[in-house]
């Protein structure tokens, strides 16, 4: 079946503008999550989003970053006014989440690579 | 604040020879994960380990998780030069119930196999 899909693959954008990255979750996984990687680092947790549970936003590093989610479904992270420290790769996860067997293992899309210039 | 700390950050190794990875974390987990990540490319999932004592082996990648010592080790036996990637351990957040969260990721260690 499909796997996690992001679009754009890559995005270069200037200095202050805003940006929104797309995250298609594994269908039928109810949770989905949100890492940024900068270059030569591991993964930073962003947000996660969990059924109808209020959203952990808990790793969003400022206010010019949000994201929202559609049911199950499309997230989408935004960026206000981005800066230069913005650039990364932003990787969107999902999986299932609690009993029923499943060992809530994440998935991890390609990633969208973003350049703030 | 969960903490995942891997050792060794970069190794260079032969073909042909072993080595071992080590991934420590700060607080109670019962379950572990380790992913592969090529350059440029995003991550693939190596083992779950959901146990203490889980041990679970796929080629020549062996990994193992004792949860009272909060250690997982990841064997590499005979390396081959397609094992050349960046390999994260991740402990992820307990949720309650049955459920977890969000991953906390060790810093990664970059190998390399030469000839």
């Known amino acids: 079946g499909a796997g996690v899909s992001q679009s754009p693959s890559n995005k270069v954008t200037e200095k202050g503008k805003d940006v929104e990255l797309r995250c298609d979750p594994i269908s039928g996984h109810t949770a989905l999550y949100w890492y940024r990687q900068r270059l030569g680092q591991g993964l930073e947790f962003l947000i996660y989003f969990q059924g109808n549970s209020a959203p952990d936003k808990s790793g969003l590093p400022s206010d010019r970053f949000s994201a929202e989610r559609t049911g199950e479904s499309v997230s989408t992270l935004t960026i206000q006014r981005t800066q230069q420290e913005d650039s990364a790769v932003y990787l969107c996860?999902?999986?299932?989440f609690g009993a029923g067997g499943q060992n809530n293992e994440q998935f991890f899309g390609p990633g969208t690579r973003l350049t703030v210039l | 604040e969960l903490k995942v700390e891997q050792n060794p950050l970069f190794l260079s190794m032969q073909e042909g020879k072993n080595y071992t990875i080590y991934c420590n974390y700060s607080t109670t987990s019962d379950r572990l994960y380790w992913y592969r990540q090529d350059p440029g490319k995003s991550l693939e999932s190596l083992f779950v380990?959901?146990?203490?004592?889980a041990v679970k082996q796929e080629g020549r990648l062996m990994a193992s998780l004792d949860t009272k010592a909060r250690l997982s080790t990841l064997h590499i036996t005979a390396a081959v030069h397609d094992l050349s990637a960046t390999y994260f351990c991740?402990?992820?957040?307990?949720?309650?119930?049955?459920?977890?969260?969000?991953?906390?990721f060790g810093q990664g260690t970059i190998l390399t196999v030469h000839p």
């Open positions: 991740a402990a992820p957040e307990y949720a309650g119930g049955t459920s977890y969260g969000k991953l906390t």
């Open positions: 996860a999902s999986s299932f």
């Open positions: 380990l959901l146990s203490n004592g």
